[in-house]
Every structure is written in C-alpha cells, then in structure tokens.
C-alpha cells in the first residue's frame, strides 16, 4: 500500500477528486467504514499486506487527460498484487484491461455474435489509410484508450485523412494503439447506455448529444450548454441479454455497456465497456431511485464474504 492507513473492510482506489462523492456519501449512510486511496507515492512487491479485505477500483481511462503521469498501467499492476496478497478487488485487473482497450472491447464483443461498428485496428500512422480504404465514409478515427470522448476525429474523405497522416495530426493514444472505424449514423441521435451490478441488468439510460462524442452521464460530466440530453430508458429484453452476456465474459462487478442503433441499416452495434460507471447525474429526478444504493449493497455482500 502506498500510504498506510487504519485498515477498514473496505478500500476505494480512485483519482478523480469529486466523482465519487455521491458513492463515498452512500457508504456514510450505511455506516460502513472504508478507506480513501489514491494512486500515488509507491508500492513495494515484497509487501503481503493490502489496504482492505474488499479493494473497490474506481480508476478512470480519462485519467490520462487530467495527468501526464496517468496511473493506468500501475493500477493494473497494483490491482493484481493486491489479488495475490488475497484481497477480493472490485472491477480488477482483468476488467482494467478490457477497459483500457477498446480494440479488446470491440473483440469480446463480436465474439460473442454481437454486431459492433465495422472497425480495423493500428498501431502505425502508415498503417491507417490503407485500414480507411476497406471501410466506407465517413470514419472516425479513435485512441484505443480514451475517456470523455478523447481521441476521436471525423473524416468525410479519404483526402481528408491523408492529409492529416501527412501533417502528423492523427489523434495519439498513450498505448500507440489506433482504431480506424465506420462513422455510424445512430438512429434518432441517442446511444443507450445499460449499467449493469454483478453481471446483471440495472437500470439504462438514452444519452443524446446532437453528435459529440463526449456523452459521460455522470454529475461532474454535464457541463450546462453541453447539450447532452439523458432519459431513462427501458431498452428491449434482447438488448438487456446482451449487456448481460457482455458483463459475464468480461467478470465485470459494475459498469456500464454503450449500443447505439445504426440509422442505415436498423442494426443494434455495441460499441463501449465501461468499467467506470460513476452512474447517471440527478438519479433520483432521473431515474426515481439512486443506483448507489444497490452498489452499496453489493459492496456488503462482498464484505461479508470476505471476513
């Protein structure tokens, strides 16, 4: 552990300052003890001791955008110590790595016979007009780790994109790792976003966002005049088992899986794990019920089993 502190039951690794208040309130109302951890300082591998029996990671891909000296690679490491050492760690190293890999993502999913957006992957700027010319206008092309909507650039032509191979100003992403994939236009301009708790379905939500990229639902996410728009929803039962099929393959405790449905073609195309799911902003107004609740709830069980 990098900073000692009293040992409770229960540890949240985190690096956002204010995104997990509403979790860290929920906690207080239950009267259930935890520890604050952040990634910094260092940790020694030698070291058999772990911050709590139960390690909850709540550690964001967009961290990279706030840090130069993001914490990503060192979490996963951490995260499988601390498993070694007996902790039962909460979204772990496993579901880290899918998290920070949406070529990974986009893999897991199709193998499970799940439509995604027609995708090649990179690793090399040379290597990304000819991925474009087996695919149709317009693309995008997108970090392989990104968060809040980074990394992303449209182009409508394939001069578009040469051009900027040639000017060195394709998006970077801090693996070196690229996706070059179709441009879906999403029917009626809403993804919905289908939160699920120990592989089950929670709760979902459409999110519009009149064509940004950037459609983070959480409180410190919605900036006023962002024009993100959000309702609940009640996505189809066919829609529901594949959120679910996706969140047992990957072992995921908490997170959210993005569908959106493509306007040409009527064909609903998974697109986005994430591990993240600092859940929807005002969920009592939205939702008519707080999903930190149920988390909380699960935090317990894992508690309990843990003792």
Not at 136 to 160: C, Y
Not at 188 to 210: C, H, M, N, S, W
Not at 286 to 299: E, I, K, N, Q, S
Request: hydrophobic share 45%; with cysteine.
């Amino acid at each position: 552990m990098r900073i000692r502190v009293a040992m409770t039951d229960l540890a949240i690794l985190y690096e956002h300052p204010l995104w997990f208040e509403p979790l860290f309130a929920a906690l207080d109302r239950r009267g259930v003890a935890f520890t604050r951890a952040t990634p910094d300082g260092f940790w020694n591998p030698a070291d058999r001791s772990t911050p709590a029996p139960v390690v909850f990671n709540r550690i964001a891909m967009s961290s990279f955008l706030r840090n130069d000296e993001h914490p990503i690679f060192d979490t996963m490491a951490i995260l499988d110590h601390w498993r070694r050492t007996g902790a039962r760690v909460v979204n772990g190293t496993d579901v880290l790595a899918i998290d920070a890999s949406k070529a990974r993502q986009l893999s897991l999913i199709a193998s499970l016979g799940l439509a995604i957006p027609e995708t090649r992957v990179v690793h090399r700027a040379a290597d990304v007009v000819p991925a474009a010319q087996t695919l149709r206008f317009p693309l995008v092309v997108k970090a392989n780790i990104g968060g809040s909507g980074a990394g992303i650039i449209r182009f409508d032509s394939l001069d578009e994109l040469r051009t900027t191979v040639a000017d060195a100003g394709l998006p970077s992403s801090v693996d070196g790792v690229l996706l070059v994939q179709e441009y879906v236009p999403v029917r009626d301009g809403a993804i919905t976003r289908i939160e699920t708790l120990d592989r089950k379905f929670l709760y979902a939500i459409e999110v519009a966002g009149g064509g940004a990229f950037d459609l983070c639902p959480a409180d410190a996410c919605v900036v006023p005049g962002s024009g993100i728009k959000m309702a609940a929803a009640e996505p189809s039962q066919t829609l529901k088992d594949a959120a679910e099929a996706i969140a047992r393959t990957v072992d995921l405790d908490v997170g959210g899986v993005e569908v959106m449905i493509d306007d040409r073609d009527g064909v609903a195309r998974f697109y986005d794990i994430n591990a993240l799911s600092n859940f929807v902003a005002k969920p009592l107004e939205m939702l008519g019920w707080d999903p930190h609740d149920r988390l909380v709830d699960y935090l317990v069980e894992q508690i309990e089993k843990a003792r």
